[in-house]
């Protein structure tokens, strides 16, 4: 009951009305093809501009000022070093203690859309799975892309230890300054936005529909934070 109340304070406080009590219990693994996200649709608040900074410039300093080059250079064995490196360093920069564990698997693997799935983070079982075939392809472009892949699907795991963290946070909330405080903090109503997306019915599927998908708040975020690292790479500049 005490959680119900803290969510439903803050969710009043911008005009949001919802079953708060499924946030508590509603995770499950979600399915989805890649696709862009425009910078443009992004814009980070607190910590993000200050981990794009150091993913970009971690991965630069490892790989050199040109990734897709140095991996097209690499073989396969190699190409997973760096990406299973890409991931553990996206962790730390991002402050997620609980590392998820990195699968390489072939398209059929994962599943009936794995031709189209580069990556995904499968919250369930706290595992990125990266799909193995699109780092066979001798192809810059789309090497380059596996990064942008694993840096977005960290994001998912941030995002699920942030939430995680929330629903902690709102089991002790009580007092109504504290659901105040909360909701004027751009980041905390940002995951308990990243927690309403999650309700039930309120996740868009890909397949539904490509520009929803892309822009709720859970995609959006990581849409925008790996396309922002990636833009840093290649343009060598955040502006």
Same mark, same amino acid.
């Given at each position: 009951?005490?959680? *119900? !109340?803290?969510?439903? /304070? ?8 919802? $079953? #708060?009590?499924? &946030? ?84 059929? *693997? !994962?599943?009936?859309? /794995? ?8 919250? $369930? #079982?706290?595992? &990125? ?103 840093? &790479? ?6």
């Amino acid at each position: 009951m005490e959680i *119900e !109340l803290a969510v439903l /304070g803050i969710l009043a406080t911008v005009m949001i009305c919802e $079953a #708060v009590a499924e &946030l508590v219990s509603f995770f499950v693994v979600k399915m989805k093809n890649r696709m862009k996200y425009p910078l443009a649709d992004f814009e980070p608040i607190g910590s993000d501009q200050a981990m794009i900074d150091q993913l970009a410039d971690s991965i630069n300093g490892h790989l050199g000022a040109n990734a897709g080059a140095k991996l097209m250079e690499m073989d396969l064995e190699s190409r997973k070093e760096a990406l299973s490196w890409l991931a553990q360093e996206n962790a730390r920069i991002m402050g997620i203690a609980d590392m998820p564990e990195i699968e390489f698997l072939e398209s059929g *693997e !994962l599943g009936e859309n /794995g031709a189209r799935t580069q990556g995904r983070f499968v919250f $369930a #079982v706290n595992k &990125l799975q990266i799909n193995l075939d699109y780092l066979k392809i001798q192809n810059e472009k789309v090497l380059l892309d596996a990064l942008d892949t694993v840096v977005h699907e960290m994001c998912h795991a941030y995002q699920y230890m942030k939430m995680e963290e929330m629903l902690e946070r709102l089991e002790e909330v009580q007092a109504e300054e504290e659901r105040e405080a909360m909701a004027s903090d751009p980041e905390d109503m940002r995951t308990i936005f990243w927690l309403k997306n999650e309700m039930p019915g309120n996740y868009i599927l890909f397949h539904v529909d490509p520009e929803g998908y892309r822009r709720q708040p859970v995609e959006s975020y990581a849409f925008g934070m790996a396309n922002a690292v990636m833009r840093k &790479l290649w343009e060598g500049t955040d502006e």
